[in-house]
């Protein structure tokens, strides 16, 4: 059993690590703000998600645990409302979306 636990946190550790890659990438690469909030959003909901997960489950069901599912749960209300906050302060600033793409012009 320990044995399916380490290959199952490992699993959650790539998987968040992924998504926090492919997240930073798409910081760098997307055109406008919006979309590259769009790729912050992604790298804290699913990135960090999935790390927390991985780590709770090598930790057992110790406090650590306790405190990262503290911290897992404070992420998951916080994100979407700042993410939702910002965009709109964005829009309400008169900051448009980039609707058609440098390469195609």
Known sequence: MDTILY???WIF???GSFFAIIGAIGILRFPDF???QHAAGITDSLGAGFLLLGLM???GLTL???KLFMI???LF???PVTTHAVAQA???SGLKPQLKSKITE
């Open 77 to 79: 209300i916080t994100s």
């Open 64 to 66: 650590v645990t306790v």
């Open 90 to 92: 964005a829009q309400k």
């Open 34 to 36: 919006y979309s590259r």
């Open 7 to 9: 290959y199952l946190s």
């Open 72 to 74: 897992l749960t404070l």
């Open 13 to 15: 550790i790539i998987t």
């Open 57 to 59: 489950i090598q930790g």
